[in-house]
């Protein structure tokens, strides 16, 4: 199958995840996606190691995210170096970084100089709070973004205090709203000839993440509070939560509270009007969790679904993984690197039916810069 972004060149001046992550996707959907390293040390992500994990020189992590890629390294104070770097810009379809504020326009490679260069260029650029403001040079780091903008009050129940995400939230949605941009430029372009400068930040997009929230708050003038009883959403009355059972938890999703008083025997719940769902979800939130906690997770899943009420099992990932709805969906590929074969995730879209894989390993430091010079026709 021929990808949709084949023949697309990418320069991704990126490092850490939310610009690489956007490297990722457009690599997964066809396009040659070059990385453009200091010297010596490359992307900063290359030392990034969750929980001490390592390929080779580079970290687990910067493996997974960026596999299917070229390197070159490239010192931008250096005019030889730059010069080429210029001469790749020209030649290329998109570039992408996510550097703060200032630093590619003291390098000479703003966009109002690259447009000069390459006026069809995509130029897309992650910054942690915008360009302008008095927090454009704040650190633009996932878990800072996330307490800043609110987000880390609106999960686990309202006696917690702030609970961040478990993931790196902010740096990947941001990543996947820079290739939408990109996409759409790139589509522009193909009937306009025109380039584009795109610009996302990470505070915008968890802005934009919680548009409910933020809604709801505009409409109010009060910000959705969390319940303090297996809190699921700020904004949805009982049941919406997590429930422990006798041997693990179950998942209770938007459902009437009389159909589900009647599913699992509770008639406890029926002492509320349904109007109260919301108004005094923890009270009945209350009764569900000591309800609930007298009987297996499978035992309530089978009445729940004989009901046609929306519940499921809280899985680990081993137990997911065991499951037939995940293994039907491949989402697991292999790379090998180093000799090593790294288990990952595959891109999650699938193009006339076929899924998208690339068992092409991340690049070492540096490792393409040649051949990248001989085909672009450039000196070293």
Not at 8 to 28: H, K, M, W
Not at 181 to 194: D, F, H, K, P, V
Not at 214 to 229: E, K, L
Not at 230 to 238: R, S, T, V, Y
């Amino acid at each position: 199958m021929e990808l949709p972004l084949k023949g697309i060149t990418v320069l991704e001046f990126s490092q850490y995840l939310s610009g690489p992550s956007a490297g990722l996707r457009l690599a997964d959907l066809g396009a040659r996606v070059i990385k453009i390293e200091r010297p010596d040390t490359g992307d900063a992500g290359r030392k990034l190691a969750i929980k001490n994990l390592w390929v080779d020189e580079s970290s687990l992590l910067f493996h997974t995210i960026n596999r299917n890629k070229e390197s070159i390294t490239a010192d931008l104070k250096n005019i030889e170096d730059l010069a080429l770097v210029i001469k790749l810009i020209a030649k290329a379809d998109v570039l992408i970084h996510n550097f703060r504020p200032g630093v590619m326009e003291r390098t000479g490679l703003g966009y109002a100089a690259v447009r000069m260069i390459n006026p069809k260029l995509i130029y897309a650029e992650i910054s942690g709070y915008g360009k302008t403001g008095p927090w454009k040079n704040k650190p633009g780091q996932d878990l800072l973004l996330q307490s800043m903008t609110g987000l880390a009050l609106t999960t686990g129940n309202g006696t917690n205090g702030p609970v961040p995400f478990g993931i790196a939230v902010a740096d990947i949605l941001c990543g996947s709203q820079l290739v939408q941009g990109i996409l759409a430029a790139l589509i522009r372009r193909q009937r306009t000839g025109n380039g584009a400068l795109i610009e996302v930040s990470l505070m915008e997009t968890l802005i934009d993440f919680q548009f409910e929230l933020f809604t709801t708050y505009f409409a109010s003038n009060n910000q959705p509070q969390r319940g303090n009883v297996n809190n699921g959403h700020p904004l949805l009355g009982a049941p919406y939560g997590l429930y422990k059972t006798t041997n693990g938890y179950i998942a209770l999703a938007m459902m009437d509270i009389y159909q589900l008083a009647d599913a699992i025997n509770c008639p406890a719940i029926k002492e509320f009007s349904k109007n109260e769902a919301f108004a005094k979800r923890d009270e009945i939130k209350t009764l569900l969790a000591d309800h609930l906690s007298n009987n297996t997770s499978a035992y309530w899943i089978e009445r729940l679904h004989e009901h046609d009420l929306w519940a499921m099992e809280v899985l680990d990932w081993e137990n997911m993984s065991e499951h037939e709805a995940y293994k039907v969906l491949k989402m697991e590929q292999v790379i090998r690197a180093n000799g090593k074969e790294i288990l990952t995730t595959r891109c999650p879209i699938k193009i006339n039916g076929e899924r998208l894989y690339s068992d092409r390993p991340a690049p070492k430091l540096g490792q393409d810069k040649k051949v990248i010079l001989e085909e672009f026709g450039l000196e070293s």
